[in-house]
């Protein structure tokens, strides 16, 4: 009997057993399949941005200076010693006073003679009105034989100075340039002095044959050469020499020497020197044909009585004679610089006892209480700048804490290259500025674009595919950050990496900015 309760008593615990093993093995089944099919998290793995209504700003950052609306550079119009220079850096001066003096010996001396010129015409004038004798007349014919040889001295004198001022015009440092207008070259060596009085272009043609390469020269010049780069050739019957970088290979054939050369550095010179040749010539001659007429006039006087009409020449001799005075004036003022401004002068570059240079700048004035601001823009920003955009400006020279106001009142149309890159200049007025000083460094913040109460989310969670089209994507479970992506329609791009989206999102809507991989 013990027995049967004893095997009934294990009958019993093996299956409590059998109960305890079955529950645990599917309680392991119930947890497996739990982690096999619950929702897969993201969240750890992605970062995510609402998308706000804001207030958006564009905006273009630029480095300018301070200029002065008064910035002139000052120069003699003859060269001479300095004699007095009677201001110094920091000086106010006033529109017309004099600056600095150069020797005035020849020149006042000059003048002395056109007053006594004044002065004996109207003697003269008196003398026609009393009547002339035979002596007067004999003395009168001489000085017309005399002016009348001056005149011809001068006027060969004139003509050859004139000639050599326009060969060096004609020879302002020449160059050749692509024909074609390539930007990428390495140009030939131009030597030699243009001989001809033709203004035109030297059109070179490289060519190739068996005995290797050659060019041909056209239009002012003519003739042709070989193609060397040891001994310069003749450029036709020019006068000019070319010598080429390489005779190996090129792939620039055609070049053009225009003469004269605009883009010397020696032109604007060379040109100022001929124009003021011309100008001496008119000049010199002019006062020469004076003197004669004058002469003539004179002796016409004594030979003839005393009429109204050798009254009134008399008196136009007289006009005559002021007129070398004013001219005498002139030359005498060319020994002085007056400041032709009001302003403060911020550079002396002469001293008493050295030899001032005609047309060297020696002084500078400029109005530091009447300043703008001058900035290079690139051509990726200019387009978006438009005159009248609001500027933020603030100064090297100043607390940055400080933010000024300004604006743009000027583009310019042309380009400027700075460093190789292509820029183009801003002008722009500042109200309420301190005590402002050319030179001085301005950081302007250009504001370009704005929009008031617009949708924006961080640029760099839009994606572009190869269609272009843009999409992002749309958080559609705020717990996992599952996601979808939709294509949106975007606006302004602003400050902060921010972007207008027009279409496809709305207020508050959670997008992915950046996935972790």
């Known amino acids: 009997m013990q027995q049967i309760k004893k095997l ?10 059998k109960k305890i093993i079955y529950g645990i093995i599917f309680l392991v089944v119930v947890l497996i399949l739990f982690f096999i099919l619950k929702p897969k998290n993201n969240s750890a793995n992605i970062t995510t941005d609402i998308a706000k209504i804001i207030n958006l700003k564009q905006t273009v950052l630029a480095t300018g200076q301070v200029t002065s609306n008064t910035d002139l550079d000052l120069s003699f119009s003859s060269s001479g010693v300095v004699r007095s220079v009677k201001v110094k850096v920091g000086d106010k001066v006033s529109s017309g006073q004099i600056l600095a003096t150069l020797d005035q010996g020849d020149e006042l001396g000059t003048l002395t003679q056109a007053r006594g010129a004044v002065a004996a015409a ?11 004798s035979s002596e007067e007349i004999k003395l009168s014919q001489v000085a017309l034989q005399n002016a009348k040889l001056d005149f011809d001295r001068l006027k060969s004198q004139q003509e050859l100075l004139v000639s050599n001022a326009y060969h060096n015009f004609l020879n302002s440092t020449p160059e050749a ?10 140009a030939p060596t131009i030597s030699g002095n243009y001989n001809k009085d033709t203004e035109g272009d030297i059109k070179i043609s490289v060519y190739y044959t068996g005995n290797g390469p050659s060019f041909n020269t056209s239009g002012i010049a003519s003739g042709s050469g070989l193609v060397t780069t040891i001994t310069p050739q003749p450029i036709g019957d020019s006068g000019l020499y070319i010598k080429f970088p390489s005779t190996s290979s090129t792939n620039i054939t055609d070049w053009t020497i225009t003469i004269p050369n605009k883009k010397a550095p020696d032109y604007i010179n060379n040109y100022n020197l001929y124009q003021a040749a011309l100008k001496t010539k008119d000049s010199v001659l002019g006062s020469a044909q004076a003197v004669i ?32 005075l004013e001219l005498a004036s002139a030359n005498y003022e060319h020994t002085i610089l007056r400041s032709p401004a009001s302003g403060t002068i911020t550079k002396v570059d002469i001293k008493i006892g050295e030899i001032a240079q005609a047309q060297k700048n020696v002084m500078t004035v400029q109005d530091i209480n009447n300043v703008y601001l001058e900035a290079n823009i690139n051509e ?6 438009k005159v009248g955009a609001p500027i933020d400006i603030t100064f090297d020279a100043f607390s940055t804490d400080q933010i000024y106001k300004g604006s743009v009142v000027k583009v310019d149309p042309a380009s400027t290259i700075v460093s190789g890159v292509v820029n183009y200049k801003i002008t722009a007025d500042i109200t309420n500025a301190p005590q402002l000083r050319p030179g001085m460094t301005a950081n302007m913040t250009i504001l370009v674009g704005e929009k008031d109460n617009i949708l924006t989310i961080p640029s760099r969670a839009i994606i572009k595919d190869n269609t272009g089209k843009k999409t992002i994507r749309l958080v559609t479970n705020t717990k996992t950050k599952d996601y979808k992506e939709i294509e949106i329609a975007t606006g302004m791009e602003g400050d902060g990496g921010l972007t207008e989206v027009t279409t496809g999102l709305n207020v508050n809507d959670e997008i992915v900015v950046l996935i972790k991989k």
């Open 8 to 17: 009934i008593g294990n009958v019993k615990l093996w299956s409590l057993r």
């Open 122 to 132: 109207q003697a003269r004038y008196q003398s026609i009105l009393d009547g002339a």
């Open 177 to 186: 340039l692509p024909t074609s207008g390539q930007s990428d070259y390495v």
């Open 293 to 324: 007429d004058q002469r003539q006039a004179e002796l016409s006087l004594k030979q003839a009585s005393a009429r109204p009409a050798d009254i009134d020449l008399a008196k136009a001799n007289i006009l005559t004679a002021q007129g070398q």
């Open 380 to 385: 990726a920003n200019i387009t978006s700048i």
